[in-house]
């Protein structure tokens, strides 16, 4: 342990004692003493007042409607569920309506509330279903969403704290609030102590009910565990979850997620016990985990669905808007977060939104800075991580991602090596993310589906590598994370920019490394993406390259014999029982191309081996009873038995389509010529041809100092 971290354990140690040194409320995101000031604001800045007049329209329809406390009993979609978790945004919706305005209906409002929650919840069991993989609550069917319930109702409690009658708090508190405490420290003491999303909201739950009801021992439980041993809790989160660099070990999507306990805690923190520093904490690594986690987004905001991820999901969401206001009020000073801030159209009403909205509202806004970048995994940045490619902006930005990073916990999928390319504002080559239809209960009770795991994890899902026909580390978790790729090299400069790296655990006696790049060349506007991926072996195996597409194949270098009837699954395990195999077609010259038409442009992919392959076309949906799956179709590369393989592809983005005046430029690649003229595991070289100009590629593995050539 460092010596700050020495520094800020001994001040919670002493601190905690005498945790609040004046008890005032409300005093998380809105503070009495800057009330007047917020009050003011929604008033005088155009976003903050947009963003108080949609909470207020929401506290005025919860006053509209009578109260409804249901008996547990749906999963997530279900009656009860959506009721519980209306009901939590109707406490805090009101909480702030009656911080802004005093209007003595928003604090009865809450008032009410909890005092039916506090009427029923100790009589109410474990809840009657259940997610499989987690601890039930007893609002809903996983303690997670417990949790989140209560770091909702807390804050709305503290807003409407001086308007609901002593008696009343009284009641409140020791019928609900500390037994809802007991429930998730004792009950569900085996979550309140993982080092993991559901334990970041249990802790946050617990720590902000210990400020705001003024019992210190809450506080020391969410920030060291439930044994006060700092093995577990908020601090040791903070040190494993993340890397030096920000990145979240389970991937972007769970980011978002996290970010919102991990910044509303710490900004509790701040409040009561400011001498701690706790956004100074490791380096400042909460404000460096929210511009990570704005960098793990394409330029229309939406994550790089890595994981186990759902594909809707944008930075703005509320999770982000909260954490990009604090981070921009409480810890930088970056004048970025207010571009992401006014393309989020939205600010918590609190002081930091108030901040935001003020200095927007000044002019002070800058464009957000996508950058290329590496970005380490692991507590000590060793264990792998993201590499990230970027040219353009907005809508015209290409961006390629590596995913190299550790298996991300039991969210993670086996996809060791795996790309993800963007251009023209969407996805190109994309990701599956997660099989679930999120609180849709008639989809598997709003849960992950089967498929999750019999498909969407499995390395054949996604944009890797497949030896054998199975998955990496046979689909086992636990195996997994005992390993991670390693980082080879990266770099950025205005001509290139390429991120390599390399697995050698994922398969026993099996070496893989991939390489990708964004190279510019005079002849092109746009960058090629160039994709290296070797694979290295004393035996032989069967190598499988799927490439996963949008959009549909217009052309192609070779004659495709598609199945016409009696399709058949391309296997029976690891994701491969869910494949129809729609055609097989050799390539004897070990080199071809195919065009895909994606909206209204094209994308051919030149590709090329060591030695002669096949392209297998392959789409999603067999073996599906339940039509769980999403559609989705892939061309593959697939080399049957070799020792070593090495497939290498270059991709260009040409041409336009109008589909109104009906008219087609551009249709023919300028790429050609591709071959693979050295595989060398040290050394490769391809070559192609760009409009007929020849074009020569070094790849050098062991020699960073002169790592990509292009001659």
């Keep these: 342990m460092n010596y700050l971290k020495k520094v800020v354990m001994l001040m919670f140690c002493v601190c905690c004692s005498s945790l609040i040194q004046a008890q005032v409320h409300p005093n998380i995101m809105l ?32 006053l509209k409607n009578p109260i409804s406390v249901p008996v547990p009993k749906d999963g997530g979609g279900g009656f009860t569920h959506e009721q519980h978790k209306r009901n939590y945004q109707y406490i805090l919706a009101c909480g702030t309506a009656y911080a802004i ?21 100790e009589k109410w069991p474990v809840h009657p279903k259940r997610e499989n993989s987690n601890p039930p609550g007893k609002m809903f069917w996983q303690i997670l969403n417990d949790c989140v319930w209560q770091v909702n109702a807390i804050q709305g409690y503290d807003m409407a704290y001086n308007g609901i009658p002593a008696a009343d708090r009284k009641t409140i508190e020791e019928h609900l609030f500390i037994p809802i405490v007991k429930y998730i420290t004792e009950d569900s003491k085996e979550t309140f102590d993982r080092i993991h999303n559901h334990g970041t909201w249990a802790v946050a739950a617990v720590g902000l009910t210990g400020y705001v009801l003024n019992k210190p021992e809450y506080v020391q439980m969410a920030l060291k565990g439930s044994d006060k041993s700092g093995n577990t809790g908020f601090m040791k989160q903070i040190d ?23 910044m509303i805690f710490a900004k509790a923190i701040s409040r009561y016990q400011p001498q701690v520093q706790i956004f100074k904490y490791r380096n ?21 669905p890595v994981n186990d991820a759902m594909k809707d999901k944008t930075f703005e969401s509320s999770e982000l808007i909260s954490a990009v206001d604090i981070a921009y009020a409480d810890i930088s000073s970056d004048k970025g977060f207010l571009d992401v801030a006014v393309r989020q159209k939205k600010v918590i009403v609190s002081d930091a939104g108030l901040k935001v909205a003020k200095d927007i509202a000044a002019g ?35 961006c390629l991602v590596l995913k190299a990073a550790a298996q991300g916990m039991g969210h993670g999928h086996f996809d060791r090596l795996n790309i993800l390319y963007y251009d023209n504002g969407g996805e190109v080559f994309p990701d599956y993310g997660a099989a679930r239809f999120i609180n849709i209960e008639t989809k598997g009770g709003g849960g992950y589906l089967p498929e999750n795991t019999s498909w969407a994890k499995q390395t054949v899902a996604h944009n890797t590598l497949v030896v054998d026909e199975t998955s990496d580390f046979k689909a086992n978790v636990k195996e997994a994370s005992k390993y991670h790729p390693e980082l080879v090299y990266f770099s950025n400069t205005a001509a290139i920019q390429v991120v390599s790296a390399k697995e050698n655990n994922a398969y026993p006696g099996v070496q ?37 597409y949008l959009g549909n194949i217009i052309d192609a270098s070779f004659k495709i014999e598609a199945v016409k009837d009696n399709l058949k699954a391309l296997g029976s395990n690891y994701g491969y029982q869910h494949l129809w195999l729609n055609s097989q077609n050799n390539i004897p010259q ?21 030695s002669p392959f096949s392209v297998k076309l392959v789409s999603i949906g067999a073996n599906d009873p339940q039509m769980n799956l999403l559609e989705g179709k892939a061309f593959m590369l697939s080399q049957a038995r070799a020792n070593n393989q090495t497939f290498v592809s270059v991709t260009e983005n040409h041409g336009n389509v109008d589909p109104i005046a009906e008219t087609t430029s551009g249709a023919k690649s300028s790429v050609s010529g591709l071959s693979v003229i050295s595989p060398d595991q040290n050394k490769t070289i391809f070559s192609f041809k760009v409009k007929e100009k020849p074009y020569t590629i070094t790849i050098n593995y062991h020699d960073k100092s002169n790592f990509i050539q292009i001659n």
């Excluded at 400042?284 to 790089?304: H, P, R, W």
């Design 31 to 62: 503070s009495q003493q800057n009330l007047p000031a917020v009050r003011s604001g929604v008033n005088s800045y155009p976003l903050l007042k947009s963003s108080y007049l949609e909470v207020k329209q929401e506290a005025d329809n919860a």
């Design 101 to 121: 305005t005093q209007d003595a209906r928003y604090a009865a409002y809450v008032k009410n509330i909890l005092l039916a929650y506090a009427a029923q919840y």
């Design 240 to 262: 494993e979850l993340f890397s030096p660099d920000g990145y979240y070990t389970e991937g972007f999507y769970y980011q978002r997620y996290a970010l919102l306990p991990f």
């Design 284 to 304: 400042g690594l909460l404000a460096k985990a929210v511009n990570i986690a704005l960098q793990g987004t394409y330029s229309n905001g939406a994550f790089f």
């Design 364 to 398: 002070l806004t800058q464009p957000f800075s996508y950058k290329p970048m590496w970005m380490s995994d692991g507590k000590n940045g060793d264990e792998g991580g993201i590499g990230i490619l970027r040219y353009g902006a907005g809508k015209k930005q290409q």
């Design 512 to 548: 893989m490394v991939r390489t990708s790049a964004l190279i510019k060349v005079a002849e092109l506007q746009k960058p090629l993406l160039v994709d290296v991926v070797t694979a290295a072996s004393a035996t032989s195996h069967q190598y499988d390259l799927p490439f996963w």
């Design 590 to 610: 070990a080199s071809g191309y195919i065009t895909v038409m994606q909206g209204q442009s094209f994308y051919t992919t030149s590709f090329a081996g060591s």
